[in-house]
């Protein structure tokens, strides 16, 4: 089976079939991370579509590595971008960063929901609720230390230390 | 805390994605100088896309959970394999609205010109090597003419010199060989004429008091000569040959090397 960087080389090259594997194999991600985001499916919809046709418009936004990290953050952006200002204009997709190409990023790429979800899971409630509120709520930190009432550097320790945490338990995951 | 590692913590509220865009613009100038913070940031990095690999879940068909409706893949493939036509359409349109290159009016007629001058120099030399080849096709002619004459009177003289009807006359070291109105003389083992002379053959017609000269020969290094003489033979009586100095004579100057009387 093809992973991401062929099928988007084959995207590029303005293969519609190739597209098709591509929204096969990730329409469940972000229509998944747009639904986390946004709680309602025509919103969920209208960002896949939207994220779906950036990339087939625009592939040479992702050089190379995690496209599944890659698509998390365009879904991501373009759902909170819908749910601040409700307009359906999709946001642009953001360039690949160099530094997005980890030695690792290909293989925390093949990690399952289930495995990330539990990884989530044991992390404690105070790490835990400002890593999901940030990300999917798209609250800044100063707006987490508001609404929990927590110091905003206790929040920015939290969260480092939590995302360091799970990503240790991710490397056990990936390792197992 | 240093100031330092309070960056550190700025790095990780970045790539959560949750730092004000002021603030973001600071942490990713600083990524460009500093390693240890890179190191942070590519560390960390993988665990905040993994949040989102959390979210797949809700869209788990097997779990019973909500998934995307099978009318939006029918929608954007639709629309991409519409906008792939279109792109297909579109190279098409654009090939054949390129321009063709317009000369100026005074390039094309100068062109023209050269092309005509040109043409006929070329015509020129074209004629006169026609006129070349049509000599040497004449001449080639004439003389496949000639060897097709020799080779039919050949073919003829053998034909005449093998034919069973035709009638044979004896004579030492050959014969004379008559088929209808055709005269030979067939010699083997000739001796060849001394230095000066050569072989004339003489021919006596029918009611004429004397013989009359015919042509000369010489045997090749074989003692081997073959003759036709130039004669309608049905007026010829009696054939001879003798030695005459080379060009041939009016009259017999020696002996007769033979002489056979041909029965009609």
Request: aromatic fraction near 4%; charged fraction near 30%.
């Given at each position: 089976m093809e992973d991401g960087g062929q099928l988007i080389a084959r995207v590029r090259a303005r293969d519609a079939a190739a597209f098709e594997r591509l929204y096969d194999a990730y329409h469940r991600l972000v229509y998944g991370v747009a639904m986390r985001v946004l709680g309602e499916r025509s919103g969920a919809e209208d960002v896949t579509q939207a994220v779906f046709m950036k990339v087939w418009n625009a592939p040479e936004k992702f050089a190379s590595g995690n496209l599944a990290g890659w698509l998390v953050r365009v879904a991501r952006n373009s759902a909170l971008d819908l749910l601040r200002n409700r307009?359906?204009?999709?946001?642009?997709?953001?360039?690949?960063?160099?530094?997005?190409?980890?030695?690792?990023?290909e293989v925390f790429a093949r990690l399952?929901?289930?495995?990330?979800?539990?990884?989530?899971?044991?992390?404690?409630?105070?790490?835990?609720?400002?890593?999901?509120?940030?990300?999917f709520g798209g609250l800044t930190h100063e707006e987490i230390a508001r609404n929990s009432g927590v110091p905003l550097g206790t929040v920015k320790t939290r969260i480092r230390s939590g995302l360091l945490r799970l990503r240790a338990t991710l490397d056990g995951a990936v390792r197992a | 805390m240093s100031a330092h590692e309070l960056m550190l913590e700025d790095v990780a509220v970045y790539v959560l994605g949750a730092l004000p865009e002021a603030e973001a613009a600071a942490v990713r100038s600083h990524l460009q100088t500093c390693d240890e913070c890179?190191?942070?940031?590519?560390?960390?990095?993988?665990?905040?896309?993994?949040?989102?690999?959390?979210?797949?879940?809700?869209?788990?068909?097997?779990?019973?959970?909500?998934?995307?409706?099978?009318?939006?893949?029918a929608r954007i493939i639709q629309q991409v394999r519409r906008d792939s036509s279109q792109r297909l359409s579109t190279n098409i349109g654009e090939l054949r609205a390129v321009r063709p290159i317009v000369w100026p009016a005074y390039a094309v007629a100068a062109a023209c010109l050269a092309l005509a001058l040109i043409t006929v120099i070329f015509n020129m030399s074209l004629n006169e090597e026609n006129r070349q080849f049509e000599t040497q096709l004449s001449q080639l002619n004439a003389h496949a003419s000639v060897l097709t004459r020799e080779l039919v009177v050949q073919r003829t003289e053998l034909a005449d010199l093998v034919s069973p009807e035709s009638q044979r006359y004896p004579v030492t070291n050959g014969e004379v060989i008559k088929h209808r109105t055709r005269l030979y003389i067939a010699m083997e083992q000739m001796p060849p004429p001394p230095k000066g002379k050569v072989y004339q053959a003489w021919t006596l017609h029918a009611r004429a008091a004397k013989m009359v000269p015919s042509v000369t020969f010489v045997p090749n290094r074989s003692g081997v000569a073959v003759v036709p003489i130039p004669v309608n033979a049905a007026s010829v009586v009696a054939v001879a040959v003798s030695l005459e100095p080379e060009g041939g004579s009016k009259q017999p100057t020696s002996a007769p090397a033979f002489v056979v009387k041909l029965t009609q």
């Open positions: 307009s359906r204009q999709p946001v642009e997709l953001p360039e690949h960063s160099a530094l997005d190409d980890g030695p690792e990023a399952d929901a289930l495995s990330v979800r539990s990884a989530l899971e044991q992390l404690p409630p105070e790490q835990r609720e400002p890593i999901e509120s940030g990300f | 890179r190191r942070e940031y590519v560390t960390l990095r993988p665990a905040a896309d993994a949040l989102g690999f959390s979210a797949e879940a809700c869209a788990d068909p097997s779990s019973g959970a909500i998934v995307p409706s099978r009318r939006l893949k």
